[in-house]
């Protein structure tokens, strides 16, 4: 383990924490100039957290330990999985406490914790939004693993820098799939991070809602860890699709420093162009019935075993 | 895979995006849309023979590539989309059983025809040996898509679609039929295309519908 590898992991991590808030604060930009409204600030959610950060914390009376730690929780498990993605380098040493499937495991502790935090205070549209997360995460996680999976028979590896690695450096052929591995990623991705077609983030209507029904009761430094969480959740997913699907101008295992320096505008290029991608697929499509959503992930599903399958049959 | 020339990677990708369209097919409710996919199939196709005659150098493939265009691109979608505007049945939803299951059971079949073909496709010594799985996988879907459906248009879009998966195989396993085969199939399929639209017409003045359940019966009057 040498200085520039633990260097290289604080630096992604920091990036990572810096950069979350801002990608969100991009996505609703692009949202708004699609839609044809005028746009908030780019650094809005950086605003909202200082604020929440600075107001005093009101928790209900009967709330238990459970409701308080979970912002703590979430967080830190957000923050473990943003140091195991390789989003700037591939030469990480914590991720090798951690392979891709530990990945879901920590995205599905999140989840366990804030369902958990929303049921303990007792309001109705606590336990409404816990039922539908839960809902939604046991059938998107088998297919978020299916893509893995495929992504890991194609490089024979489940340890996601090495994934990472073998991608960036393979010559250049057609693999159909991991076309289809891609597609139903993104159809993860949009119900995992309660994006519009299976959740609106910009709702106020309780009864539509999923996520925020979730967080109604918490308010002031918990609730600006929450929203920080979700942050860093949809870029660690955007960061995870990146690398397995568009993994080039990565910095490489043993690389020095100017390929990091090389990796960041990269990194940020890539993120602004996804994260326009998130809100041209939010503006063009609608929100679906709650009742649709298990088509739309079994869709998803669907797709990640064929690619799957086809890996097998075509070798590629 | 990377030791696999262009063509031949070009061929499974559309052999995947074959098996998709079938996947779609089987799940997709409204008429219209199904016939557009079996639009869309049918370019997957002659796209595939197209590159597989280039790719290997047998002319008469050419030939029987134009032949699935003329016919499966433009001529059968164009004979159904004039049935479905006579018949009036342009907005039928189908209420398909569960369409989670019919996935399930369409991966089942999936695997199935993935590991009959496997033994297969090793003897064989062609380069797109691979995609015969994918071709058999196709017409199982087809089949199951007949299975499933009740009304009648359906089941014969599923029938047709289920020669697309024969042809694919005919093409990725051996490189073609002889072209007098290939010729006698392509009639056979329009042909057949003509007289089952007859057919609707007689289902539907004798019925009042096209639901094929209303045909299980086998006395009149109960």
């Keep these: 383990m040498s200085a520039a590898a633990i260097a290289s992991q604080l630096l992604?991590?920091?990036?990572?924490?810096?950069?979350?808030?801002?990608?969100?604060?991009?996505?609703?930009?692009?949202?708004?100039?699609?839609?044809?409204?005028?746009?908030?600030?780019?650094?809005?959610?950086?605003?909202?957290?200082?604020?929440?950060?600075?107001?005093?914390?009101?928790?209900?009376?009967?709330a238990s330990a459970v409701f308080r730690t979970t912002p703590y929780i979430v967080f830190a498990a957000m923050c473990c999985a943003?140091?195991?993605?390789?989003?700037?380098?591939?030469?990480?040493?914590?991720?090798?406490?951690?392979?891709?499937?530990?990945?879901?495991?920590?995205?599905?502790?999140?989840?366990?914790?804030?369902?958990?935090?929303?049921?303990?205070?007792?309001?109705?549209?606590?336990?409404?939004g816990a039922r539908r997360e839960m809902l939604v995460g046991f059938l998107a996680e088998p297919a978020l693993l299916m893509v893995l999976f495929t992504?890991?028979?194609?490089?024979?590896?489940?340890?996601?820098?090495?994934?990472?690695?073998?991608?960036?450096?393979?010559?250049?052929?057609?693999?159909?799939?991991?076309?289809?591995?891609?597609?139903?990623?993104?159809?993860?991705?949009?119900?995992?991070?309660?994006?519009?077609?299976?959740?609106?983030?910009?709702?106020?209507?309780?009864?539509?809602?999923?996520?925020?029904?979730?967080?109604?009761?918490?308010?002031?430094?918990?609730?600006?860890?929450?929203?920080?969480?979700?942050?860093?959740?949809?870029?660690?997913?955007?960061?995870?699709?990146?690398?397995?699907?568009?993994?080039?101008?990565?910095?490489?295992?043993?690389?020095?420093?100017?390929?990091?320096?090389?990796?960041?505008?990269?990194?940020?290029?890539?993120?602004?162009?996804?994260?326009?991608?998130?809100?041209?697929?939010?503006?063009?499509?609608?929100?679906?019935?709650?009742?649709?959503?298990?088509?739309?992930?079994?869709?998803?599903?669907?797709?990640?075993?064929?690619a799957m399958l086809v890996n097998q049959m075509l070798g590629s | 895979m990377a030791g696999l020339p262009l063509y031949a990677q070009l061929i499974n990708l559309l052999a995947a995006i074959l098996l998709l369209l079938a996947f779609a097919m089987l799940t997709q409710r409204r008429v219209l849309s199904l016939v557009n996919l079996f639009a869309a199939q049918g370019v997957a196709l002659g796209v595939s023979t197209a590159i597989v005659a280039y790719g290997t150098g047998q002319g008469h493939l050419y030939a029987s590539a134009a032949l699935t265009f003329a016919l499966k691109v433009c001529l059968l979608p164009w004979l159904l989309h004039r049935l479905i505007r006579k018949l009036d049945v342009k907005w039928d939803v189908e209420g398909l059983i569960?369409?989670?299951?019919?996935?399930?059971?369409?991966?089942?079949?999936?695997?199935?025809?993935?590991?009959?073909?496997?033994?297969?496709?090793?003897?064989?010594?062609?380069?797109?040996?691979?995609?015969?799985?994918?071709?058999?996988?196709?017409?199982?879907?087809?089949?199951?898509m007949m299975i499933t459906r009740r009304k009648a248009l359906p089941q014969v879009i599923g029938f047709l679609a289920m020669e697309n998966g024969l042809f694919f195989a005919a093409t990725s396993a051996t490189y073609g039929m002889p072209m007098v085969v290939e010729l006698g199939i392509a009639l056979d399929v329009l042909v057949g295309m003509l007289i089952l639209g007859v057919f609707f017409f007689q289902i539907r003045e004798q019925f009042d519908s096209l639901d094929l359940k209303h045909m299980e019966k086998l006395k009149e009057g109960d």
Aim: with cysteine; charged share 10%; glycine share 6%.
């Design chain 1, 82 to 128: 943003a140091a195991i993605v390789p989003s700037l380098a591939t030469d990480l040493p914590f991720a090798r406490a951690a392979d891709a499937i530990a990945l879901v495991g920590l995205f599905a502790l999140a989840r366990v914790f804030i369902a958990l935090a929303a049921m303990d205070i007792g309001t109705a549209f606590g336990s409404l």
């Design chain 1, 151 to 306: 992504a890991s028979l194609i490089s024979g590896s489940t340890s996601l820098p090495t994934i990472v690695d073998t991608f960036a450096h393979r010559e250049l052929a057609i693999y159909p799939s991991l076309a289809f591995a891609g597609v139903a990623f993104t159809m993860v991705s949009l119900a995992e991070n309660a994006r519009i077609p299976v959740d609106n983030p910009a709702t106020h209507l309780e009864l539509t809602m999923i996520h925020e029904a979730m967080l109604l009761e918490y308010s002031a430094r918990h609730l600006a860890l929450m929203e920080w969480a979700a942050a860093l959740k949809l870029f660690n997913y955007s960061c995870i699709g990146l690398a397995l699907f568009f993994p080039y101008g990565i910095a490489a295992a043993g690389g020095d420093w100017l390929a990091m320096l090389g990796a960041a505008p990269a990194l940020i290029g890539k993120l602004m162009i996804g994260g326009f991608l998130l809100a041209l697929i939010e503006t063009l499509s609608a929100k679906m019935r709650i009742f649709r959503a298990p088509e739309f992930l079994g869709t998803a599903f669907l797709l990640a075993v064929l």
């Design chain 1, 12 to 62: 992604q991590l920091a990036i990572a924490l810096a950069l979350a808030p801002l990608l969100v604060g991009w996505v609703n930009q692009c949202r708004a100039w699609l839609a044809n409204r005028s746009a908030p600030p780019l650094l809005l959610p950086y605003y909202t957290i200082r604020k929440l950060f600075v107001k005093d914390a009101v928790v209900a009376e009967n």
């Design chain 2, 98 to 144: 569960n369409v989670p299951t019919t996935m399930l059971i369409g991966i089942v079949l999936v695997v199935f025809s993935f590991n009959l073909a496997y033994p297969i496709s090793q003897l064989a010594s062609t380069v797109t040996r691979a995609t015969l799985g994918i071709a058999m996988a196709s017409v199982m879907l087809s089949f199951l």
